[in-house]
């Protein structure tokens, strides 16, 4: 497991004295498609009170027929169109438009009255790809911008393992090798452009054997989530 720069953490908690002139805190967790991104986020979720925003599962949840939680909050926002592109995406297992998803983000990260201090949240599975992660920033720059107290979990796993994960998991409508291909391909640019941005990129081995605790120990050192857990 070895840390380098880049990396993006949130979760929506009560404001708290100490937090005030505090930037909102956003871990983003990328990886591969059964690469071990719930598994981390819920524990990292409960160890150090965040909110764990698990992209794919709200997609789904927000094109179904009777969406609940933050996917109703937020269904009513978007367009007719939006959610047919959506959710003809959700359905083949591929990308959106990209100027889809990020509306979607904007609007569970920063809904109308938060106060950017007291977002703590962990974003499982967004960017998929540099394009969005730039209409991203582009929606949300008159809230909140990238830097240094901004993190990211880069999960590596290698293909067979990630496989047998997936053929156990056996969700309908998933294509593992055209998934597990397109995470390939885009994660370095993604990566590439949080790192031009600041972020923090914290590299983690997630393959046969590894133990999720070893991600909490290393996020134990970045001290505003253990601040942000004291407090």
């Not at 100490?18 to 719930?38: D, N, W």
């Not at 209409?135 to 290698?158: H, R, Y």
């Amino acid at each position: 497991m070895n840390i380098e720069k880049s990396t993006q953490s949130t979760a929506h908690i009560p404001a708290r004295e100490s937090q005030k002139t505090s930037p909102p805190l956003l871990i983003f967790v990328l990886g591969p498609l059964c690469g071990g991104k719930s598994t981390i986020c819920t524990i990292l979720a409960k160890h150090f009170d965040l909110d764990h925003f698990s992209l794919g599962n709200e997609l789904r949840n927000l094109v179904s027929s009777n969406s609940t939680g933050h996917p109703a909050r937020i269904k009513c926002k978007l367009s007719v169109e939006e959610l047919q592109d959506l959710a003809k995406n959700v359905e083949a297992g591929t990308l959106a438009p990209s100027n889809r998803t990020p509306k979607y983000v904007r609007e569970r990260i920063f809904p109308d009255g938060i106060v950017p201090p007291n977002v703590r949240i962990l974003i499982d599975g967004f960017p998929r790809g540099a394009d969005r992660w730039e209409t991203f920033k582009e929606s949300v720059k008159d809230i909140w911008q990238p830097d240094g107290n901004t993190w990211v979990l880069a999960l590596c796993t290698d293909r067979e393992v990630a496989r047998e994960r997936f053929v156990s998991r056996g969700r309908a409508g998933d294509v593992f090798d055209k998934r597990y291909d397109s995470h390939e391909d885009s994660i370095c640019e993604v990566i590439a452009a949080m790192e031009q941005d600041g972020m923090n990129v914290i590299e983690c081995e997630t393959g046969l054997g590894f133990d999720p605790q070893d991600i909490v120990r290393i996020v134990e050192s970045i001290s505003r989530l253990v601040e942000g857990n004291q407090a």
